[in-house]
């Protein structure tokens, strides 16, 4: 209860000027305690670590915080599992989402499954809140990207695939 309320605090402080890409522009956080949520139902409340994680995902890649400084607040096992699912950012942008498909069969299951959170939560925005832009074709071609990584997770979590192919069978 105390480290999934440090991490909530932490990413929010962290996140706090970034909103989503959407027309609704929501906070940022909006995004992170969805994949939190997610995981939590997935995992029945029995994985707090992993719930923490959901809500510190985007930390490495998108704001100022190194695995260093997670490790330290949070422990290892939570900071490496942030570490599992962030994109390298050397690599292009197709690099970096053809590397998410080939990564994915060799990520621990719980690492898969914060992945599969994040893409149902990424696909929800995309139905609910279009990025200003996207055309259909751009969204779509985003969903079947999206399917190829988690096809690729292989079987992770029944509740999570369920509710990705939910999303996913709108888009695509
Ligand atoms: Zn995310």
Partial sequence: MLGVTRAMDF???RHS???RKGLKAEPYINH???VALLLAE????ADPALVMAGLLHDTLEDTVTTRAELVEAFGDDVASLVAAVTDDKELLRDQRKRRQVESAPGKS??????KI?????NLRSLTESP???WSARKRHEYAVWAREVVAACG???ELLERLFADIADRIT
């Avoid at 997935?42 to 409340?45: E, L, Q, R, Y």
């Avoid at 299951?109 to 914060?114: E, Q, S």
């Fill in 11 to 13: 990413a929010a402080r």
């Fill in 17 to 19: 000027t970034q909103r």
């Fill in 32 to 34: 992170l305690t969805e």
């Fill in 42 to 45: 997935a995992t029945d409340g």
């Fill in 109 to 114: 299951p719980r690492a898969r499954m914060l």
């Fill in 117 to 121: 959170a994040d893409k149902i939560a």
């Fill in 131 to 133: 990025p200003l832009g």
């Fill in 155 to 157: 079987p992770t979590n």
